[in-house]
């Protein structure tokens, strides 16, 4: 299976002004690589799902499909050339609402088949599962960090 990384980042909604160029993007949500991202993290400003990205917001929603939040948590209104979004405070607080104290992995062990039909795999392997587990878990906390704060979320994929 081929890796999409997917990058949540806390930004001030009050400051904030969208990336217009590729360099801004990596400035603000670097790749696992890039420059910045190990302090991005340990300021608590970042988290990176690496090759299971998109998992984390498909488990949310399968999971959860009436709550809705699940539908918010992967943000419409796509820079289809940056491959970037925006999730707004408002939003987050709902996400995080959601996810702070929700059995993730419940969630992912009863969500197993399904997530894995809607990546078109025959099945999920336990290593696969517990790491959409763990990036959920730092998404879920990096949410509840940002709503307390009434930061946004900027989200980054890298395919």
Request: proline fraction near 5%.
């Given at each position: 299976?081929?890796?999409?990384?997917?990058?949540?980042?806390?930004?001030s909604r009050d400051d904030f002004v969208m990336p217009g160029s590729m360099a801004e993007v990596r400035a603000l949500?670097?790749?696992?690589a890039e420059d910045g991202y190990h302090?991005?993290?340990e300021a608590g400003l970042l988290v990176g799902?690496?090759?299971?990205?998109?998992?984390?917001?498909?488990l949310v929603k399968l999971a959860a499909p009436d709550h809705p939040a699940?539908?918010?948590?992967?943000?419409?209104?796509w820079d289809d050339d940056l491959m970037t979004?925006?999730?707004?405070?408002d939003d987050v607080r709902e996400i995080s609402d959601l996810l702070v104290g929700s059995p993730i992995e419940e969630w992912a062990e009863r969500?197993?088949?399904?997530?894995?039909?809607?990546?078109?795999l025959p099945e999920l392997p336990d290593e696969i599962v517990e790491i959409v587990v763990r990036d959920a878990r730092e998404v879920a906390d990096l949410f509840a960090?940002?709503?307390?704060?009434g930061d946004a979320i900027f989200v980054r994929v890298v395919a």
């Open positions: 299976m081929g890796g999409v990384d997917v990058f949540w980042r806390r930004v949500a670097p790749h696992f302090e991005a993290v799902a690496e090759a299971f990205g998109e998992m984390v917001p498909a699940s539908r918010l948590f992967w943000p419409s209104g979004s925006m999730v707004g405070a969500c197993r088949g399904a997530l894995a039909a809607e990546f078109y960090a940002a709503a307390a704060a």
